[in-house]
């Protein structure tokens, strides 16, 4: 019974969420077709597709650690993403197989995420502070191990995964990303998993009471954000064959707009991952059709902005309204 | 809480995490004799006085960081504030302003933008990480639009004595750092206003309920901040007289960290100036040296990064038995 009040309340504002962020996702196709002819081309697809699978992960890992509350973020995916990076290319450097290196990349993305999720649920440091710290150390070490040197000594197979297609769809999309986000979407929705994930964003202390290990499961979800990271970086690898020391820099704001933009509210509780794929979909097409229409990189920066305030405050008012409503 | 606590707050020069400025004291004397070991450069008194300079807008900056983040606050767009403010004062000198008109120009640009993410924060409900990253995307498209990717070059240096200038044997950047940090010190410790700062930072709900202004205090702190910001925008334009495309990128990460190294809490209520300061004090040294003793400065951040982890591990220990850090 209770379960089932805290669902319907928690997927009511969702689903209207759901409808305004895909209204704005047609609206922003129509704007970008309007601005370049070259948009509304079939060809556009895969090429859109492609963009979205590394921001993707890391979205929707955001996603999930933000919904578990605490208020709970983790600013170091990008930095993960470089780090991961450096590992996995220095490993291959040495004359690892690619498969054993990649599996070393995907440990130490879940190493990276376990440290972040101890620092913030059991010395209980706020999260944005740790993760900024980690942020700092990750992407710092990437930088400073490699001197800045990428690696580049992929064997050409790798690229099946970055830049091969079936049916016309990027691997990286068919095969990682959508696999991805229909497991934890039906972790969400359908498991005693995803509903103490929400139970923790919630209300940590009734979760508590309640008999639920909050700082695990949050921990947990820090460790998932951090493999994410990993499968991202390694498809980012595949995609440029070659792994840069600063290839996630300045991914963590993104992974931020689209976990917020999608719906997921900063302090925890409400969300999910419908909201963020499309949201995800809504900021790739965005840089692509400027790009495509060959407008300063200056304004996906002041467009991204804008959605990323828009969002919280208009989440707000929804809110607000969704509550006096009733 | 320690605010309402303090026997003596009108006396009080140290914090009440007096240990943190001696702890960081001693350890810029231990990272400066290394230094000075290692490099015969290090402890001369051009070098210190060149180090000096470079750490001037780090130094403003981070004065009006510390009460936004005593405040509970944070601003991570304070480059961003920068950054438009310099190119303000650029092109209001090339438009052949003198400097008596560009100053206040400038000022008021900083101060404006820093109260637009105040209300972002207190009127929008925004919290203010998520605020101030959308705020920065757009401080930076606006800086990309009006600067489109070229220098602004070859500006006078007619406020230039105040960086370069000496007082008798005093630089004088010395004083303006000190000038900075008193009026901050009197803000926070001698007026009303900062009691207020401090209320919020430790319960902005009981503050509400006593009566203080939240929404005004939380706008004006935010004001202040960017008032010294462009502060640092016309000191910076004064020292380098040019404005060039990646300025102010790392300084509020710099600041925050700074900030915190310092012994502000970054759950707010707690804080210290004079531990900033040193903060900035030992982030410049330990760059300088670096560089000095032949270190890739690309080191510096990891540095950064893993003294903020122990710091706030550090303090996460030892506030485990504080009911507040729950």
Known sequence: MIARNSRFSASDPLRARLLVLIGLWIVSIVAMSLLSPYFLQASTVPYLLQYVPVLGLLGLGQTLVVLAGGPGIDLSVGAIVSLVSVIVGALLAVGLNIWLACAAGLVAGALFGLVNGILVNYLRIPSLMATLATMFAYGGLALATTEGRPFSNFPAGFAWLGLGQTFGIPNAFLFVLLPVAVILHVMLTRTVIGRHIIACGNDDRAAHLSGLDVARIRTGLYVLSGVLSAIGAIIAMSWFMAARPDAGKGMELLAVTIAVLGGTHIFGGTGGVPGAIVAILIVTTLQIGLQLANISAAWQLGVIGVLLIGSVSSLGGLKLRWRTGS | ?326
């Not at chain 2, 203010?128 to 489109?148: C, D, E, H, Q």
């Open chain 2, 1 to 326: 809480m320690t605010a309402v606590t303090d026997p003596r707050p009108a006396f009080r020069l140290v914090s009440p995490t007096a240990s943190r400025e001696i702890a960081l004291l001693a350890t810029i004397v231990v990272v400066g004799a290394v230094f000075s070991l290692a490099s015969p450069y290090f402890l001369t008194v051009s070098n210190l006085v060149q180090t000096l300079r470079a750490g001037l807008e780090l130094a403003i900056v981070s004065g009006g960081m510390t009460l936004v983040i005593i405040m509970g606050g944070i601003d991570v767009s304070v480059g961003g504030i920068l950054a438009v403010s310099a190119i303000i004062i650029g092109k209001a000198y090339q438009a052949g302003l003198p400097a008596f008109a560009v100053a206040p120009i400038g000022l008021f640009t900083g101060t404006v933008l820093g109260a637009f993410n105040g209300v972002l924060t207190a009127k929008l409900k925004v919290p203010p990480i998520v605020a101030t990253l959308g705020s920065m995307y757009v401080f930076s498209a606006i800086m990309f639009l009006v600067i489109g990717g070229a220098w602004i070059a070859g500006l006078p240096g007619t406020l230039s004595p105040l960086v370069n200038g000496t007082v008798g044997f005093v630089p004088a950047s010395a004083i303006v750092i000190l000038a900075v940090y008193l009026a901050c010190w009197v803000v926070l410790r001698r007026l009303p206003f900062g009691r207020h700062i401090y209320a919020i930072g430790c319960n902005e709900q009981s503050a509400r309920l006593v009566g203080i202004n939240v929404d005004r205090t939380k706008i004006a702190t935010y004001a202040m901040l960017g008032f010294l910001a462009g502060l640092a925008a016309l000191l910076y334009v004064a020292r380098m007289r040019n404005v060039e495309i990646n300025i102010g990128t790392s300084i509020a990460f710099e600041a925050i960290a700074a900030t915190i190294l310092g012994g502000t809490s970054i759950r707010g209520g707690v804080g210290s100036l004079l531990g900033t300061l040193l903060g900035v004090v030992f982030i410049r040294i330990m760059q300088n040296g670096l560089v000095l003793v032949g270190i890739s400065s690309l080191w510096e951040t990891v540095i950064i990064g893993g003294l903020l982890v122990i710091v706030l591990t550090a303090d996460a220990l030892a506030s485990r038995n504080n009911p507040r850090s729950l």
